[in-house]
């Protein structure tokens, strides 16, 4: 694991479709793979904040995209996932979204 950081998005905050990028080991020089996100804080049902895995990134804000799966963040749950895939944070309703962010090699 590297560069492990808190991230918080406030109500009304999300995050659009993206690819994670990849580090690089400052002892090892390897390149990472994996994102890591662990919530630290559940957000009820109904209000928001699911990450979302997405078939593609082409018109991924748009109409046709394709939500493969999705997780509602619940404290303690861990999702891991190729840096490679496309995904969205949908926007948290009253409730803050807290969660400590990772990479893995």
Known sequence: LSDMRFIEYP???HILAHVDG???DDVTFLPSTTSMLLFTETVP????GETEFLDTLEDAEGPSAKVLFAARPTRGS??????????RGQCVGTWAK??????LY
Do not use: N, S, W
């Not at 049902?45 to 928001?48: A, N, P, Q, T």
């Open 98 to 103: 807290i969660l400590l962010r990772g990479d």
């Open 45 to 48: 049902e109904g209000e928001g």
């Open 22 to 24: 990849v580090r690089v």
């Open 78 to 87: 861990i999702l891991l996932f190729p840096h490679a895939v496309p995904h």
């Open 11 to 13: 109500p009304g905050g």
